[in-house]
């Protein structure tokens, strides 16, 4: 069964320093692997994608996360935050059992200081 | 460019009653979804559908039923609503077609069950 473990419910870095969120799955076959944000009283918007290709993925707003198949793992980063990045971040992996389903990690809620 | 539109946003119900939450989108997505997001358990799956007239349980369903008899549309209801299903619910739809494709989320149902 697929599972993900983000470490750390809760983040905080000051603005302009570098934010690492940490995701680890586990999966019984290959994975296609998710970062997505939610902003506060909104729904999930997808950052990026792995889906096989470059196990480097750029996404949105400056962030990339880097599959590494050896680790089990598809860590989220970005160079240097804006206090815009103050959200909550879940990494998910789908590839089993059709439909597209999602499993999603327990989330990380990013704080920035100024 | 509605996307995935959800009704209502908000909710209070009594134990014992009854309602549906309504999912619409307007992408021709052939699969939909009913995720509750709790805090620290990240989004569970309730259920989905892959297509008009067919639905299919998925982690949490419980105390749900489900109804997809548009394309376009996915009911979520609760029969007899508990404390323990206050939850924001957020649905999703997603492509057919493909591998890795993403779920795009409407903004959540905030329900409260007293």
């Known amino acids: 069964a697929q599972s993900v473990t983000q470490l750390g419910s809760h983040v905080s870095v000051s603005e302009g320093a570098l934010v690492l969120l940490r995701c680890n799955y586990s999966s019984s076959v290959p994975p296609y692997l998710f970062w997505y944000v939610q902003y506060p009283n909104q729904g999930l918007q997808l950052l990026l994608k792995y889906t096989s290709a470059a196990t480097l993925v750029k996404g949105i707003n400056g962030f990339e996360a880097e599959f590494k198949k050896s680790e089990t793992s598809f860590h989220l980063t970005k160079p240097s935050a804006h206090m815009s990045d103050a959200a909550e971040y879940f990494c998910?992996?789908?590839?089993?059992?059709?439909?597209?389903?999602?499993?999603f990690g327990q989330g990380t809620r990013l704080t920035i200081n100024p | 460019n509605a996307g995935v539109t959800q009704t209502p946003k908000f909710r209070v119900l009594k134990t014992g009653q009854s309602m549906t939450l309504l999912c619409a989108q307007d992408?021709?997505?052939?699969?939909m979804y009913w995720y509750r997001q709790d805090p620290g358990m990240g989004l569970r799956l309730i259920h989905y559908s892959v297509g008009e007239g067919t639905t299919a349980k998925g982690e949490v369903p419980d105390g749900y039923n489900v109804s997809r008899l548009k394309k376009q549309n996915f009911l979520l209801g609760l029969e007899s609503a508990a404390p323990s299903q206050t939850s924001v619910y957020f649905c999703?739809?997603?492509?057919?077609?493909?591998?890795?494709?993403?779920?795009?989320f409407g903004d959540g149902t905030r329900l409260s069950i007293l």
């Open positions: 999703a739809s997603s492509y057919l077609q493909g591998v890795g494709q993403p779920q795009h």
């Open positions: 998910a992996v789908s590839g089993f059992g059709g439909a597209q389903k999602l499993v």
């Open positions: 992408m021709n997505h052939e699969y």
